[in-house]
């Protein structure tokens, strides 16, 4: 029986919320109709903030998209700690650490190895008061007006600052990751803003929880190969680990 277009709306965002992605052209096929009615209905879905169209499909939204950096640092906190952990042992003694918007990097802060003498630069008020709380790093602020929801300085100001440091490691914060889409932000000035800051770092790390894999946000940062290495957690599915290998990332599980 031929499904009507709403219907055809509720299965395919119920499938978007089970499995985190869907392909036009096996829509289209189950379905019984062209890959052009698939592509309307996700145009559809996109503007109604159900998913990100990318090429051939669609993926999820990530979760996150309306809370701020306070309320994402109780979420998922034991998983970020083990992302912490693993974050760590790429920090050398004597380093310049840039520590991106994120909640997970709330939890690299408390993680970095004590008394290293480590230079910490970031963009976020609250990552900043974690590192001075601290009392064995210098910290370095960039400045200009927050974003309430980023949590961070993402403007002209922190662009510019952004352009003056090199930083030896960057931990990059990211909404969304999928093989495809790669690294992906919620706002335009922060995904500019983080990739200003991985062109200037040696090296750039990026840790991902579980229920951001396989989403995207509406603003591409760089693709997965671009990262010096993924840090995932230890329970992330091996058809998701494959994808993002495949894509040319450096992935690396971290400890149970």
Same mark, same amino acid.
């Given at each position: 029986?031929?499904?009507? *277009?709403?219907?055809?709306?509720?299965?395919?965002?119920?499938?978007?919320?089970?499995?985190?992605?869907?392909?036009?052209?096996?829509?289209?096929?189950?379905? @019984?109709?062209?890959?052009?009615?698939?592509?309307?209905?996700?145009?559809?879905?996109?503007?109604?903030?159900?998913?990100?169209?990318?090429?051939?499909?669609?993926?999820?939204?990530?979760?996150?998209?309306?809370? $701020?950096?306070?309320?994402?640092?109780?979420?998922?906190?034991?998983?970020?700690?083990?992302?912490?952990?693993?974050?760590?042992?790429?920090?050398?003694? @004597?380093?310049?650490?840039?520590?991106?918007? /994120?909640?997970?990097?709330?939890?690299?802060?408390?993680?970095? *190895?004590?008394?290293?003498?480590? $230079?910490? %630069?970031?963009?976020?008020?609250? %990552?900043?008061?974690?590192?001075?709380?601290? @009392?064995?790093?210098?910290?370095?602020?960039?400045?200009?007006?927050?974003? =309430?929801?980023?949590?961070?300085? %993402?403007?002209?100001?922190?662009?510019?600052?952004?352009?003056?440091?090199?930083? !030896?490691?960057?931990?990059?914060?990211?909404?969304?990751?999928?093989?495809?889409?790669?690294?992906?932000?919620?706002?335009?000035?922060?995904?500019?803003?983080?990739?200003?800051?991985?062109?200037?770092?040696?090296?750039?790390?990026?840790?991902?929880?579980?229920?951001? %894999?396989?989403?995207?946000?509406?603003?591409?940062?760089?693709?997965?190969? !671009?990262?010096?290495?993924?840090?995932?957690? /230890?329970?992330?599915?091996?058809?998701?680990?494959?994808?993002?290998?495949?894509?040319?990332? !450096?992935? =690396? =599980?971290?400890?149970?």
């Amino acid at each position: 029986m031929t499904m009507l *277009p709403g219907e055809r709306l509720d299965l395919i965002s119920s499938r978007l919320q089970d499995s985190g992605k869907v392909i036009a052209a096996d829509l289209a096929r189950e379905l @019984g109709v062209s890959e052009d009615t698939i592509r309307r209905d996700l145009r559809d879905l996109s503007a109604r903030g159900v998913c990100e169209r990318v090429y051939g499909g669609a993926l999820r939204l990530p979760a996150s998209a309306a809370t $701020t950096l306070s309320e994402r640092a109780w979420q998922s906190v034991e998983a970020k700690a083990a992302l912490a952990r693993e974050a760590v042992k790429w920090v050398d003694e @004597g380093a310049c650490v840039f520590l991106d918007a /994120a909640s997970t990097n709330l939890a690299i802060a408390d993680a970095l *190895p004590r008394d290293f003498g480590l $230079t910490c %630069i970031t963009n976020a008020p609250q %990552i900043a008061s974690a590192l001075t709380l601290r @009392g064995d790093c210098d910290v370095v602020v960039l400045g200009g007006l927050v974003n =309430r929801t980023v949590g961070a300085a %993402i403007g002209a100001e922190a662009m510019q600052a952004a352009r003056n440091v090199r930083p !030896d490691i960057c931990f990059l914060g990211a909404c969304g990751a999928d093989a495809q889409a790669g690294i992906t932000a919620f706002h335009a000035e922060d995904a500019s803003f983080k990739r200003a800051i991985s062109e200037v770092s040696a090296i750039t790390i990026a840790p991902v929880t579980t229920e951001k %894999i396989m989403t995207a946000a509406p603003f591409r940062v760089m693709g997965l190969a !671009d990262c010096t290495a993924v840090l995932v957690e /230890a329970d992330t599915p091996e058809n998701a680990v494959a994808a993002f290998r495949k894509a040319g990332a !450096d992935v =690396r =599980r971290c400890a149970q």
